[in-house]
T-cell receptor, first 114, second 109 residues
Framework: DSGVTQTPKHLITATGQRVTLRCSPR?????VYWYQQSLDQGLQFLIQ???????AKGNILERFSAQQFPDLHSELNLSSLELGDSALYFC?????????????FGSGTRLTVV | DQQVKQNSPSLSVQEGRISILNCDYT??????FLWYKKYPAEGPTFLIS?????DKNEDGRFTVFLNKSAKHLSLHIVPSQPGDSAVYFC????????FGKGTSLLVTP
């Protein structure tokens, strides 16, 4: 158990629908990162939050949004889903040292859009 | 554009031998480089990192080498064990971690 909890583990939904992925960071970590891993692709950075505020944005589609709540858990909202959104979505967290000591990843949510 | 590249999708090595995984990057502003290991159905786990001001970092059987002039880093695993069989991701630190596509390592008995 890495300490980063992601729910649900699996999600199957239809095109056009909206889903919410949830992440609880490791205790004490203020930063949360969301990554997408599609077939044959590396981990693509989507967005980072630090203590409730958006810190950095990567290749996140306009149909996707995220937020970090006062208790530091984060949610990634995916709307108007397309077949190509099927992927593994990982959440990671880090402490104040950031990348130096690595991010801690959750086990991911596998999203299948049918 | 892919700023971190792992050009070998797979590597097979015999148990006890050295495994060498390679990674190239394009952005000279990256300040830390990391290696992650990933087993199926699990998230990536942090293995080892190196600062851009160093050229080598060692942790047990794992050593990372950085060649800044060539924008190249490598991970050496000596000796390789069957439990090392996994996908290895190289990552570089910018405003977030930029990952390569991974190299699948198979260590055979």
């Amino acid at each position: 158990d890495s300490g980063v909890t992601q729910t649900p583990k699996h999600l199957i939904t239809a095109t056009g629908q909206r889903v919410t992925l949830r992440c609880s960071p490791r205790s004490g970590d203020l930063s949360v990162y969301w990554y997408q891993q599609s077939l044959d692709q590396g981990l693509q950075f989507l967005i980072q939050y630090y203590n409730g505020e958006e810190r950095a944005k990567g290749n996140i589609l306009e149909r996707f949004s995220a937020q970090q709540f006062p208790d530091l858990h984060s949610e990634l909202n995916l709307s108007s889903l397309e077949l190509g959104d099927s992927a593994l979505y990982f959440c990671a967290s880090s402490g104040w040292t950031g990348a130096k000591d690595g991010y801690t990843f959750g086990s991911g949510t596998r999203l299948t859009v049918v | 554009d892919q700023q971190v590249k792992q050009n070998s999708p797979s590597l097979s090595v015999q148990e006890g031998r050295i495994s060498i995984l390679n990674c190239d990057y394009t952005n000279s502003m990256f300040d830390y480089f990391l290696w992650y290991k990933k087993y199926p159905a699990e998230g990536p786990t942090f293995l080892i990192s190196i600062s851009s001001i160093k050229d080598k970092n060692e942790d047990g059987r794992f050593t990372v080498f950085l060649n800044k002039s060539a924008k190249h880093l490598s991970l050496h695993i000596v000796p390789s064990q069957p439990g090392d069989s996994a996908v290895y991701f190289c990552a570089a630190s910018g405003y977030a971690l930029n990952f390569g596509k991974g190299t699948s390592l198979l260590v055979t008995p």
